[in-house]
């Protein structure tokens, strides 16, 4: 049966902790808007190999003021499965780069899930999320790190052990490849805290946590 | 080599918009069974075609030389391809002494129609029809046996069709909900990503059967945790659990050792005989 579920597990994880977009960076600038368009996911085993899931989103920032920028995602691929998700919030930079001072972006925002179907039992789902990350500038670029935190409000229905918070650390570099034109690059493990290894869905997990994910993204400032 | 692969799953996940319900069933069409490395007496071996629905299904029933009190078993098979991928467990079942049966679902092997929880459901009661009319078999006589996927129809049908002398779920999901939950670390409401519920762990509450719990430790597909415990607590009394150390889903008899894999089910049925 485990065969024959690999492809089912690549439907699963179109959801997967809901998160496939990139952290935001640096601030746009009071009034600034910049559009962004990203695909990537958790790498699965399918059909005798190693895939990442195409996990699309496309999302768009807008600055509120020079420290804080208002964002909102929309999540493409799981429309094709009758299930619509958004995440929306702000992020705040209480540190900007200086030299080998990091910019430090706080990002707190909603994940807003809901089913198209007809004769669902519950239509919506939020899920509370945060993000943190430290951004440095190297060479042209920008290197960053930080950790997505994704809670749940309710326990799953058969496992009331199951992890309430899932942490999902990132590492990326920010490519500049135009004139305000971005590539983002990164590589992130999420569900870290989570044992992964006894799952409808065999993921490319690190000791047996969590999957392996990566994420490209394009960045257009306008 | 790979790379077409890739692209083309890739493809297929982002415009292929579909249920899970369709993917738990990994059905292979073929026109003619091979029972591979079969040591069954050809004598002893009958391919039966029966309706379920309209449609044609097959299965072989396999009689035992000295049956054992007339005792069967009903096979209910995982979902991978057709029977052919399960006769190693018939040879070892064979092996007691047991009258045994097993069919694929509409949608498997020769079998016709397409596979779904409700066509599930009907093929298991055909079965379970076919044993009675032509075989002449008795609910005491009974031992319902489900392995992965085909514990959504034997436990449906100790629930709600017949009353067996045993019921043994082995390598049971609790639900399809709680594979997707799982696999999303997330509480996904139950029916989002599939159109049917497939529910093992609600309708085993009312079996009439006393059921036996086979699950593998290590089973890296459907977790014992969130699936098999949850069929084993929420099952009514007699019960029994048999989790074995270090087994995966589908390795079972074979950690477990054949020898002591069939004792266990013999002495499953026979404790369901005698009540």
């Not at chain 2, 990503?193 to 086979?214: C, K, M, Q, W, Y």
């Amino acid at each position: 049966m485990q065969y024959g579920m690999t492809l089912a597990g690549s439907v699963l994880v179109l959801v997967l902790f809901g998160c496939a977009a990139h952290t935001n960076l640096e601030p746009k600038g009071e009034g600034e808007f910049s559009a962004s368009f990203g695909i990537g996911g958790p790498i699965i085993e399918a059909f005798e190999t190693n895939m990442p899931v195409p996990y699309a989103t496309v999302g768009g920032e807008y600055g509120i003021t020079g420290k804080m920028d208002a964002n909102a995602t929309v999540h493409l691929l799981p429309f094709a499965y009758k299930v619509a998700a958004l995440d929306a919030g702000v992020t705040w930079y209480p540190l900007l780069r200086d030299t080998w001072q990091p910019t430090i972006g706080l990002q707190p925002r909603l994940l807003i899930m809901a089913s198209l179907k007809q004769d669902v039992p519950e239509r919506v789902k939020f899920y509370p999320a945060f993000s943190v990350s430290s951004a440095w500038g190297v060479s042209a670029g920008v290197l960053y790190i930080g950790c997505d935190v994704v809670g749940t409000f309710a326990a799953r229905d058969y496992d009331d052990d199951a992890a309430r918070m899932l942490l999902s650390p990132f590492l990326g570099y920010r490519w500049n490849i135009g004139e305000d034109l971005y590539l983002f690059t990164e590589l992130k493990w999420q569900g870290a805290n989570v044992r992964s290894d006894q799952l409808a869905v065999e993921y490319l997990a690190v000791g047996r946590h969590g999957a392996v994910t990566t994420l490209f993204s394009i960045q257009r400032r306008f | 080599m790979r790379t077409p692969v890739i692209l083309s799953a890739m493809l297929l996940i982002m415009f292929t918009a579909c249920e899970l319900d369709g993917f738990l069933f990994n059905e292979k069409k073929i026109e003619q069974y091979e029972l591979p490395g079969n040591t069954i007496a050809d004598s002893l071996l009958e391919l039966v075609t029966f309706n379920s629905g309209g449609y044609a299904l097959y299965g072989y029933h396999v009689r035992s030389e000295h049956p054992d009190r007339g005792l069967t078993i009903l096979y209910c098979k995982g979902n991978k391809h057709n029977i052919d991928e399960y006769w190693d467990r018939v040879m070892i079942l064979h092996d007691l002494g047991i009258n045994l049966f097993l069919f694929d679902y509409r949608g498997f092997g020769m079998s016709e129609g397409e596979s779904s929880e409700t066509g599930m459901y009907e093929d298991g009661k055909a079965a379970w029809s076919l044993l009675q009319d032509r075989y002449h078999v008795p609910a005491d006589s009974l031992c319902l046996y489900g392995y992965s996927l085909g514990n959504v129809a034997s436990i449906y049908l100790a629930s709600e069709v017949v009353t067996p002398a045993c019921l043994i779920a082995e390598a049971a999901f609790a639900s399809a909900n709680s594979l997707s939950q799982s696999a999303l670390s997330l509480d996904i409401p139950a029916r989002w990503l599939t159109d049917g519920s497939f529910d093992n762990a609600e309708r085993v509450r009312t079996i009439h059967a006393p059921l036996l719990v086979i699950h593998g430790s290590d089973d890296d597909f459907v977790r014992f945790r969130d699936n098999g415990r949850v069929v084993y607590e929420n099952a009514p009394e007699p019960k029994s659990l048999l989790l074995v150390p270090d087994a995966n889903h589908t390795d079972i008899p074979y950690v477990m050792g054949v020898r002591s894999y069939q004792q266990t089910v013999r002495e499953w049925i026979e404790f369901g005989i005698d009540l």
